[in-house]
């Protein structure tokens, strides 16, 4: 071995020996930490889990613990505790994002922590710089193949006449769930400010409906048992149907689909911001961003190159799908609540 | 004849209706326990074959088996400090006279006026102002705010039906005040006082509503875990963790039963 050849590779062993330390303190620079979120529950936890949470506890030794619960009551927990927060993430969905931000409990979320956050798609991120979308659910209406042969086109097919005691909606309860009735007043020539169009077709589909479903639950055990063969219902539940054998068709509307997104926000005052914003990053990544839509088969928010088995399941699959979701005003929506449902109910019980 | 053939007909009537009565109030805990056992993918009745691999998920699910040890050790506590509580409120209340005593009996009875959702978050606003939502009390308390009216209603009715003689007599031969209810009411109410604990645990145990607010820790009751799953989930894991609530409720109502008696109990 030559005099120089040996130096360098002296000098080399050297340094990582040296440097092996900080390496290892470095990728294990959140042993110790665990962060605490608010849970989903179910498939949808286990799912964040296994592609965010385990890769995370495995190069830097974070910890993560799901505390199961509903959103409006973490939601109320958090805003009650907010000098001391009880999470340091929190999950919620496009209209709690409101009450979140009012209550002035969320941090921004900016490029120059979370990088990933260049790779959300244009529009899909509601409120700014605050929380991280990651996961987009679509109310769609659907129906039973089995049953109904010829195809339902937009959400106002709900009131055709062959539909005849065979129709369920959401109750008008469910914030979300009820988006269909600005996809029926759009449809129709109205918009968030006019949704007497809406109102207009949900009655002429009141002998259709047979339901007002107040869970999604409900709703899936109805269409499972063949209680009804139409409805509005979620994409990623839709999927759900058809892989226990229940021939639900998802319909995309050509006008326009009406979509709702889960978001991971960083909470104010948490001790482990930079832990947080580590695990906002691995949510965003392709592994993380594939989570949700590898279990439950709802969509990505980010420019993620989609496997072709997936692909085929979701809703927005391509440019042109992606285009079809329609821009909310979440706040004119919640505002408006009281409103929709005594109206929803009029016409509907009376 | 004539009143013997009405007597038959009101005699079969109400046999039927009785059989009605218990099948619909069974029908709901059977039909999920019998879904259970299926060996498929979704939950459906009749159950497809025969399987308890969905109870060995649910014994290999920490987060659920975490959930069950929280609901029964907040459940047994609440049912003995809600038996203290009440069993002094109630001997106050039927034994003396003082002033305020209707105000305390209504008092006692509001938790059942006032809605779940309500009292939940204003515990929840209590202990988030004392610095207390980290810890069992709110839980804890939010609980036993939902059974002392129970508790203390069973415990009432137990001691108006006792022959206060037998007090009296204690009394007579210098028993102490704390003698004659350690020695002369306490056993004379007994099937009183486990059939209020029953009544204190299954309200513990079951609640969703005011434990999804005060859950605390990272640590969540079965019933709100159950929630938030069949939320996102919808597979017989939730039939098996349902048919384990029973088991756990049943067994208790059925331990005490054995211990005094049915017919005590009722």
Same mark, same amino acid.
């Given at each position: ?32 930490? #665990? ?6 529950? +179910? ?17 830097? +030794? ?90 339902? #086109? ?81 994409? +990623? ?112 019980? #009376? | ?65 975490? /959930? ?39 008092? /006692? ?47 009432? /009715? ?109």
């Amino acid at each position: 071995m030559q005099r120089r050849t040996f130096l360098k590779i002296a000098t080399a062993a050297a340094a990582g020996a040296l440097a092996a330390p900080c390496v290892r303190a470095q990728s294990k620079k959140f042993a110790g930490v #665990t962060l605490r979120v608010n849970g989903f529950g +179910g498939a949808w936890d286990e799912a964040l889990r296994k592609s965010v949470v385990a890769p995370l506890e495995e190069k830097y +030794g974070l910890k993560v613990q799901f505390t199961a619960g509903s959103t409006s009551a973490d939601l109320i927990k958090l805003i009650a505790n907010k000098d001391d927060p009880p999470y340091d993430l929190f999950m919620a969905d496009s209209p709690y994002m409101i009450e979140l931000l009012k209550a002035g409990v969320v941090e921004e979320i900016r490029e120059s922590d979370v990088p990933n956050v260049k790779r959300i798609l244009p529009g899909f991120r509601e409120y700014g710089d605050f929380g991280v979308p990651f996961a987009v659910s679509s109310v769609v209406p659907v129906y039973n193949s089995k049953y109904i042969k010829q195809p339902l #086109t937009s959400y106002s097919d709900i009131a055709r006449p062959d539909l005849a005691a065979r129709v369920v909606i959401p109750a008008p309860t469910l914030d979300t769930a009820t988006l269909y009735l600005l996809g029926l007043a759009e449809e129709n020539g109205g918009s968030i400010s006019n949704m007497e169009p809406a109102f207009k077709v949900l009655a002429a589909a009141k002998p259709n409906i047979v339901a007002l479903a107040q869970a999604t639950v409900a709703e899936m055990q109805m269409f499972q048992n063949e209680e009804v063969y139409a409805g509005i219902f979620w994409d +990623g539940r839709a999927h759900e149907l058809r892989t226990k054998g229940v021939p639900i068709v998802t319909v995309v509307p050509p006008n326009g689909v009406y979509s709702v997104s889960a978001y991971m926000n960083v909470i104010k005052r948490t001790k482990y911001p930079e832990a947080a914003h580590a695990f906002a990053e691995q949510l965003l990544s392709d592994v993380g961003m594939l989570a949700i839509p590898e279990a439950l088969r709802y969509g990505v928010t980010t420019d993620v190159k989609l496997p072709d088995d997936l692909r085929k399941d979701l809703l927005f699959n391509s440019p042109e799908r992606t285009a079809l979701k329609k821009k909310i005003d979440w706040e004119r929506w919640i505002a408006d609540r009281s409103t929709r449902i005594e109206r929803v109910n009029k016409i509907t019980r #009376t | 004849m004539r009143s013997d053939l009405i007597d038959n007909a009101m005699a079969v009537s109400g046999a039927c209706i009785r059989c009605l009565v218990y099948t619909i109030l069974a029908l709901p805990a059977v039909l999920v326990i019998v879904s259970s056992f299926t060996s498929g993918e979704t939950m459906n009745f009749p159950p497809a074959g025969f399987s308890l691999r969905w109870y060995q998920k649910v014994w290999e699910n920490d987060l659920f088996m975490s /959930a069950l040890w929280t609901s029964t050790y907040v459940a047994v506590l609440v049912a003995l400090v809600a038996l203290v509580i009440g069993f002094a409120s109630a001997f106050a209340i039927n034994r003396f006279s003082f002033p305020g005593k209707a105000f305390l009996q209504g008092l /006692a009875f509001s938790p059942l006026i006032v809605p779940a959702v309500v009292l939940g978050i204003g515990l929840l606003q209590l202990f988030a102002g004392l610095g207390l939502t980290r810890t069992i009390y709110p839980l804890l308390l939010g609980h036993l705010v939902l059974a002392i009216p129970y508790v203390m209603r069973t415990i009432l /009715a137990s001691l108006a039906l006792q022959q206060r003689v037998l007090e009296e007599a204690a009394m007579n031969l210098r028993a102490t005040p704390l003698q004659v209810i350690r020695r002369i009411t306490l056993p004379l109410i007994l099937p009183g006082l486990l059939s209020a604990a029953i009544f204190a645990f299954v309200t513990s145990f079951g609640n969703v509503t005011v434990s999804a607010f005060l859950t605390y820790g990272g640590k969540v009751t079965l019933p709100v875990q159950i929630f938030a799953y069949v939320d996102t989930s919808y597979d017989p894991l939730v039939a098996a963790v349902s048919s384990i609530m029973i088991l756990v409720t049943l067994s208790v109502i059925l331990t005490i039963e054995r211990l005094i008696g049915a017919e005590r109990l009722a």
